[in-house]
T-cell receptor, first 112, second 114 residues
């Protein structure tokens, strides 16, 4: 059974710093990995989708990497801003199964 | 595209009443998912459809829950009768095999059963 872990559960950093969020998964046989953010009381917003054949994806200040062999993904946020404060979730999909397995999330707070 | 559209945004109902949640997926997406989110249990997949056909309903908690997808642009999740423990945020999401199965979520329906 696939298990997805995100450590730490919460993270606070001063505005302007670069930061890395971590995601680990137990079964390296994945089809894709997706990063989401969720603001309090809101839905999930898709940030980046990495297919299993890819090593990284970039969107603006965000960069997500994928290392299947080690069962890890990182989300790098450059020059953090207070608006980046949210809960970040990673989720993986197995081949032949369209369901996502979600991690428990990292609650990020950017301190002005 | 307007994204995945859910209605209502908020629903407050009395225990025992029927509740119907609605979802319009992104046009062209062939998968639709219903999730429930609570503080205690996080995100739980309830059921998902492919081309309007239910594929996996193993997450539906009880027979009180039912879901339908009569056409490619509409799905409902019904709870009858509702109970206080059903209080949660219910999300609908859609995806497309042709777009690498990236999920797009709706804004959710916050259900409170009193």
């Amino acid at each position: 059974k696939q298990e997805v872990t995100q450590i730490p559960a919460a993270l606070s950093v001063p505005e302007g710093e670069n930061l890395v969020l971590n995601c680990s998964f137990t079964d390296s046989a994945i089809y894709n990995l997706q990063w989401f953010r969720q603001d309090p009381g809101k839905g999930l917003t898709s940030l980046l989708l990495i297919q299993s054949s890819q090593r990284e994806q970039t969107s603006g200040r965000l960069n997500a990497s994928l290392d299947k062999s080690s069962g890890r993904s990182t989300l790098y946020i450059a020059a953090s801003q207070p608006g980046d404060s949210a809960t970040y979730l990673c989720a993986v999909m197995r081949p032949g199964n369209e369901k996502l397995t979600f991690g428990t999330g990292t609650r990020l707070t950017i301190i002005p | 595209d307007a994204g995945v559209i859910q209605s209502p945004r908020h629903e407050v109902t009395e225990m025992g009443q029927e509740v119907t949640l609605r979802c319009k997926p992104i046009s062209g997406h062939d998968y639709l998912f219903w999730y429930r989110q609570t503080m205690m249990r996080g995100l739980e997949l309830l059921i998902y459809f492919n081309n309007n056909v239910p594929i996996d309903d193993s997450g539906m908690p009880e027979d009180r829950f039912s879901a339908k997808m009569p056409n490619a642009s509409f799905s409902t999740l019904k709870i009858q009768p509702s109970e206080p423990r059903d209080s949660a945020v219910y999300f609908c999401a859609s995806s497309s095999a042709g777009q690498g199965y990236g999920y797009t979520f709706g804004s959710g329906t916050r259900l409170t059963v009193v």
